[in-house]
């Protein structure tokens, strides 16, 4: 493929656009009356509380909350602008790449390409691990291509800064590494570089990036860790078929319905390919997309662990789609994808208009909705017992109301009687039975709770927590005062 030249230079153009396309996201967001999801809540909490790790996921996701809304202050926008800053750098930093790779013209389709997909389209209102994992992955195969050209010292630290970062954002940044390896040993023209120390310094800084975490987890027993084998599922490790179709499934609506169709074609045109800048984009691909596809079949993966395979994946389909002049079949699979983004952030407007009556099973957005309620009601019974902390057996309810209270309760605990390591909160903050005071218990269950009798010599139900998000779905919970710790001896 001869690079297209374009009449004139298109960077400004590839920014206006996805700047454009990040302030309708934020404007969408901030009139949709959707509240902060659970995880995002649970991550706002961490971020109150700085640290090298927590009990999920390295420290990145606290950091970059903790800048944000230190910057604006706590509201739903405040939280999420890390995505608002980060997808508009990665997209850049994709058509600074494709620009290198195909030139101009294929840089500047690829970003627009690479904003629009499926995957993209949710996470960038959400702020999650995967969002601050693809602006560092993208940025170290950046790097990676300027370090293999100018063999500049400050290329490859800039590699091994990237990848450093990227696994204090999420472990799965070491799939850099193995994709780095494959395409060392796939393609001769950069074999020499096994032999290069400044590649073994960019991973030694990347690791010593990473040392702090490490040690964090070794001071508190490797929760990360064991909480990454545990949401795997490998404990029960089989051919779980059902687990990978749903894995591969879900691809079709993280790249897209047709995208992801056309990668595949791609792949097994290229495979047999010389071509190193081929074969570079199908080495930082397949393994990724290998790897959690074989986790899926031993045990469970979420669609969206393979996401970064999507970086190099968007250039390795537009070098087919351009290698052909496949500009129609470029533009359905386009449409496709802007169809679904509108479909996605204009759904309440749209049902209304077909007549879909919002419910249980017709509303996407069901579970980030009443949550600022059912903290507003919460919020009365702290009122009536002022000195009473809460008390949850659940940590997303903890989550939000730790962050919709008002003010926040951050002298918050979870109910864990049987000392599991479930969540950050039976990590920092489990109730332990020399804790004298009040409490108030909130939590889906229903009498009798034998456990908490036992703990606590008086128990009073208070009433309930109800929000009603439809007609068929609400958000119920009850709430306890709970007096008289026994192992407090009573106090």
Not at 387 to 402: N, P, Q, T, V
């Amino acid at each position: 493929m001869h690079p297209l030249k374009a009449p004139v230079a298109l960077w400004p153009y590839v920014v206006l656009f996805i700047l454009g396309l990040t302030v309708y996201r934020a404007w969408i967001l901030a009139g949709s009356g959707l509240t902060l999801s659970v995880d995002e809540a649970y991550y706002w909490g961490w971020a109150q509380q700085l640290d090298w790790g927590y009990y999920s996921k390295p420290p990145m996701i606290a950091w970059v909350i903790a800048f944000t809304t230190g910057l604006c202050g706590d509201g739903l926008l405040c939280v999420k602008l890390g995505s608002f800053i980060a997808w508009p750098i990665t997209s850049v930093l994709l058509y600074l790449i494709g620009r290198r790779l195909g030139g101009e013209v294929f840089g500047a389709v690829s970003a627009v390409v690479f904003i629009t997909l499926p995957g993209v389209t949710l996470s960038a209102v959400l702020i999650s691990t995967d969002v601050m994992l693809f602006l560092w992955w993208t940025l170290a195969f950046w790097a990676l291509l300027r370090a293999l050209e100018s063999n500049a010292w400050r290329d490859w630290l800039l590699l091994g800064l990237a990848g450093g970062l990227g696994l204090l954002s999420k472990y799965t940044m070491g799939v850099f590494a193995l994709s780095l390896m494959l395409y060392l040993l796939w393609e001769p023209t950069v074999r020499s570089q096994w032999r290069n120390p400044r590649l073994y310094a960019a991973g030694i800084l990347a690791a010593l990036i990473l040392s702090p975490n490490l040690w964090w987890n070794l001071a508190h027993d490797f929760p990360t860790l064991r909480h990454t084998a545990d949401i795997s599922n490998l404990e029960n490790a089989g051919l779980h078929w059902d687990e990978l179709g749903e894995f591969l499934g879900g691809q079709f609506a993280v790249f897209g319905p047709l995208f992801f169709v056309l990668l595949w074609i791609a792949i097994s045109v290229f495979l047999s390919a010389r071509e190193p800048r081929k074969r570079l984009l199908m080495a930082f691909t397949l393994p990724f997309l290998f790897i959690i596809a074989l986790q899926a079949l031993l045990g469970r993966a979420n669609a969206n662990w393979a996401a970064p395979a999507y970086v190099a994946g968007t250039l390795l389909v537009m070098l087919w789609l351009f290698e052909g002049r496949r500009v129609k079949l470029g533009l359905i699979a386009l449409g496709l994808n802007l169809l679904l983004m509108f479909g996605a952030y204009h759904f309440p407007a749209l049902s209304s208009v077909l007549g879909i009556e919002p419910s249980n099973r017709s509303d996407p957005y069901k579970r980030v909705r009443g949550w600022d309620r059912l903290a507003a009601a919460f919020d009365a019974y702290r009122a009536r017992y002022p000195d009473a902390r809460l008390l949850s057996d659940d940590r997303g309810l903890l989550a939000e109301l730790i962050y919709y209270g008002q003010p926040h309760p951050f002298e918050a605990f979870s109910w864990n009687p049987n000392r599991e390591l479930r969540h950050h909160y039976d990590l920092k903050a489990t109730l332990s039975p020399e804790e004298g005071g009040r409490f108030l218990l909130v939590t889906d269950r229903q009498d009798p709770l034998a456990d908490v009798h036992a703990a606590f010599t008086q128990v009073e139900r208070l009433g309930p927590l109800h929000v009603d998000i439809h007609r068929d779905y609400a958000l119920d919970y009850t709430v306890w005062l709970l007096e008289r710790p026994v192992g407090a001896g009573g106090r």
